[in-house]
């Protein structure tokens, strides 16, 4: 082996947006400091984010974007989607264009030749041989940028390193791969740094294969343990193992510290980071994995050894695993009965089914179905239950979540998880298991209620946790030190620039939420100059603020309302207003406003068939949108997905033929389809995906002229969160529109165009210590802004009346009401805050003051508007 002459570290990339040059350069950086320690870096690097999607269109049939019409390969589409990405991000590295020229060209030749091969000939592992230019193109590119940089790398093919076993097959579910013969005598030879492919080995011919599940650190601990590196150090987009999902818990805090037993268990449990399969090859070696963060390379992250600080008993994680089925089996004879578990278990392993866990009584066995472990559809759920009905009674529990909490030695401290333990009370608990390893402890509730229950249970472990050797600063913490260091830069967000003023109003009037007029008039021409909407509608929900309509009145957009309220509303304060500019879109509205909204002559949106059954005289030969259920929600939360079986929104497509026929009945013409499938998406193909849904159900509908893919625009809420990709939705809109010009696009978001020109401006009235933890209490709460009560949304907070003073307070901000729940920010860094200190809660445009109220008595926050400069 090379260790004596050799030591090795690989540096590895789980996920991060690669397509970011900051992120290669700091790489570049760190390769040069484990050179400077005397180490040889192995990196190990994935591709460009969202580039497997691009490469599946190849295999996506007659409507894919890379297939011509005679179900060719369109190569220019291909070289426009998965070369571009790569020329430019070459181009922003600074290297010279031919020489990127001369890494993507030939590769893009080769994908082109392997997609009309695989598309023609469907032959097993043309798929990942598809898919494996991915990575082949990024990590060629980051060689040549290394090179650049004075760094001597070279570019090795990861098929030639890593073999997929015999048998494996194309896409093995779980297998270990081999390294290449003479591995470490071939890496010896060459440059000083090796650059190589994450997630791919060689098959038996030598032609790429995909290492799953979790290919990408996979390799890096592989290739780690085969060469007995110094290290293994995995760095990504967060700084590794939190106490917490970082989705749901800004205030989770790093695990400076694991061992390789409790990080592989968060992992396993469904805590955030790698897959669990990264663990045992470096455990098995002793080799330290360590954690890091692009963005900070300098700054704290997880280390996993087996020589941590010394700890007792301790939970150090909240894990979930969501999309859990249960089967319960009741039956009498169970114990009498020899062999009846052993019979059981056959059945489900006979349908491929893996257990996760299972609990028994004397007349009920119960176990669970991990969905990652098990292809888990009605076909084979109701084969199964067929088989067991022929031993027991068998019952489908679902979709349930499962919610670890995780660390050594649990069971010595069970007594001291009570008022943990109570949180479960009045809740239906389906399981409860207690690992065998002593690792963690489990229940699996109703999956609706996974999302409270964590927060809750969290804030109850580590509410209280402060800084020590294990457990290090929040997520949301390590962002706050960033607005920070952001405050000496005026070009920030708009209120820091406009300070005084915004001081001054909050002396003057107390609590206010304050408006921005010039990031209003910004967010407004953001979406209508995409250019591929015929109207935008904005959500009057988000914000009703006269002046906030006046502004995005003035920018040429209509009025989505979903009561006759904000219809009269709009109406009052646009008195001429076209009345095309309205549309009113309600959900279990009575008749009356159904009548006052035609009177008004707004379009009218029906979301059930009940309207036109029930008051046939208000809709006889009238224009309507009908509302149609496209089957999956999105969002920021549960409460705000509007679509799916379980939602109480639109139309079931099942019911469109019936409501045609009512329709008809009456004279009346469907006009338009509507849909909305939640609030505070981020994923800008979601509009897309409504739209062809939309498209295909208009087919039987002659009338429909109009698409209304509704609203949800997101806007980044938590830290860590990017914007939405405005471009590649009007990209991805404008493919629609050319392939459907029959209709009209029309758009009604309500966030994104309000949510971050407002701000909540709150003064400090008391602070106090308590329970080892500082509360900062402000002039109002929960009745001003519900959001992080009701849905735990994160909404940065500085102290406006210090800003650019260190962050050195770390506190929960609080308000007056007379609920635990009354807490806009919990573990804040803040310049240290005393009465009289104005606080500022940003992200406040939407969804503030409209859903405020009047609790305890204490009048909300009132508004203001901030002219333009
Ligand atoms: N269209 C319809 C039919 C809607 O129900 C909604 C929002 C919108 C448009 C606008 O969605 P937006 O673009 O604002 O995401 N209170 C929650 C949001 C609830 C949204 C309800 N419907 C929050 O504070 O996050």
């Known amino acids: 082996m090379s260790s004596e002459t050799f030591r090795w570290v690989v540096v590895g990339v789980g996920t991060a947006d690669l397509a970011d040059p900051e992120r290669l350069r700091s790489l570049a950086g760190l390769i040069r400091s484990r050179s400077r320690e005397g180490l040889r870096p192995l990196v190990v690097l994935p591709a460009i984010p969202g580039m497997a999607e691009h490469l599946w269109e190849v295999f996506g049939g007659g409507r894919s974007k890379f297939r011509t019409a005679a179900g060719g390969v369109n190569l220019h589409a291909m070289s426009h989607s998965v070369a571009d990405p790569h020329r430019r991000l070459a181009i922003l590295l600074g290297l010279p264009v031919p020489e990127a020229e001369s890494l993507i060209a030939p590769d893009l030749t080769d994908l082109a030749k392997t997609s009309v091969t695989a598309v023609l000939g469907r032959h097993p592992g043309a798929r990942a041989q598809v898919m494996s230019f991915a990575e082949r193109l990024l990590t060629r590119i ?78 890096a601990s592989y290739l780690a343990a085969w060469l007995r590196a110094e290290r293994c150090e995995i760095w990504g987009d967060t700084p590794g193992l939190f106490t917490g999902d970082l989705a749901l818990l800004p205030s989770a805090r790093l695990l400076r510290a694991a061992g390789y037993d409790e990080a592989q268990e968060i992992l396993a449990t469904g805590g955030p980071g790698p897959h669990p399969r990264v663990i045992p090859p470096l455990r098995h070696h002793r080799i330290p994995l360590h954690f890091g963060w692009l963005r900070h390379p300098a700054g704290p992250g997880t280390v996993v050894s087996s020589a941590g600080p010394v700890t007792g008993p301790q939970v150090k994680a909240v894990a979930v695993r969501t999309g859990i089925t249960l089967i319960s089996m009741e039956t009498l004879g169970m114990w009498q009965e020899v062999g009846f578990l052993a019979g059981v278990f056959a059945r489900f392993s006979e349908h491929g089914l893996s257990i996760d866990s299972v609990s028994t009584s004397e007349t009920n066995v119960t176990v669970s179905l991990d969905p990652t472990a098990n292809a888990l559809n009605e076909k084979v759920l109701g084969a199964l239950l067929r088989d067991l009905e022929k031993l027991c009674e068998p019952r489908v529990i679902a979709p349930t979540a499962a919610l670890s909490l995780v660390g050594r030695g649990i069971r010595g401290i069970l007594h001291e998880l009570s008022p943990v333990l109570e949180v479960f009370e009045e809740m239906k608990v389906h399981l409860v298991t207690q690992a065998a390893n ?384 009354d807490i806009l920010g919990r573990s804040r860094r803040l310049a240290p805050a005393q009465e009289g200190d104005v606080l500022l809660i940003a992200n406040g445009g939407a969804y503030g003051r409209v859903m405020s109220s009047r609790y305890n008595l204490r009048e909300p926050a009132g508004e203001a508007m901030l002219p333009s400069a």
């Open 438 to 821: 002593d690792l963690n402890l489990t229940f699996v509730v109703d999956e609706d209620q996974s999302d409270r229950l964590v927060k809750q249970l969290h804030s109850l472990l580590f509410g209280n946790q402060t800084e020590n050797a294990v457990f290090g600063p929040t997520w949301a913490g390590m962002f706050e030190d960033e607005e920070i260091e952001a405050a000496a830069e005026p070009e920030g967000d708009w209120w820091r620039a406009r300070r005084d003023e915004l001081l001054a109003l909050a002396a003057e009037r107390g609590p206010v939420y304050v408006y921005d007029e010039e990031t209003l008039d910004r967010a407004a021409d953001s979406v209508r100059s995409l250019g591929v909407f015929d109207r935008v509608f904005y959500s009057v929900k988000a914000n009703a603020h006269a002046g906030v309509l006046a502004r995005l009145e003035a920018a040429g957009l209509g009025f989505e309302c979903v009561s006759a309220p904000e219809l009269e509303h709009v109406a009052s304060v646009f008195p001429g207003i076209e009345p095309a500019r309205l549309l009113f879109t309600p959900n279990f509205a009575p008749a009356a406003e159904y009548h006052r909204a035609y009177e008004l002559g707004a379009w009218v949106t029906i979301d059930s068939l009940h309207p036109l059954r029930a008051w046939p005289d208000v809709f006889r030969g009238r224009e309507i949108l009908v509302r149609v259920d496209p089957g999956r929600g999105r969002g920021h939360h549960a409460h705000v997905r509007t679509a799916g079986a379980q939602s109480k929104f639109g139309v079931d497509p099942e019911n469109l033929g019936e409501l045609r026929e009512l329709a008809a009945g009456l004279g009346a013409r469907v006009v338009g389809l509507h849909a909305h499938s939640g609030s505070g998406i981020r994923n800008s193909r979601s509009w897309r995906e409504v739209a062809l849904f939309l498209a295909e159900e208009a087919e039987r509908f002659p009338d429909v002229r109009v698409i209304d893919v509704g609203g949800g625009l997101g806007v980044p809420e938590q830290p860590g969160q990017g914007p939405l990709d405005l471009e590649e939705l009007g990209e991805s809109l404008r493919l629609f529109r050319a392939a459907n010009p029959r209709f009209e696009l029309w758009i009604e978001p309500g966030r994104f165009l309000v949510a971050q020109a407002g701000v909540l401006l709150a003064r400090v009235v008391q602070v106090k210590r308590k329970g080892g933890m500082t509360y900062v209490g402000v002039e109002t709460g929960m009745n001003s802004l519900i959001r992080p009560a009701l849905y735990g949304a994160y909404h940065p907070i500085v102290n406006l009346s210090r800003l650019g003073e260190p962050a050195t307070m770390l506190a929960h901000v609080v308000g007056p009401i007379c609920e635990t729940g």
């Open 142 to 219: 980051a060689a040549a940028f290394f090179n650049s940089e004075g760094i001597p790398a070279a570019w090795q093919d990861a098929c030639a390193l890593v073999r997929a076993p015999k048998g494996g097959g194309s896409r093995p579910r779980i297998w270990e791969p081999l390294p290449a013969e003479g591995l470490a005598r071939r890496l010896e030879a060459l440059p000083r740094v090796v650059v190589t492919q994450a997630g791919i080995a060689g098959g038996p011919d030598g032609k790429p294969v995909r290492i799953e599940p979790g290919g990408s650190e996979i390799s």
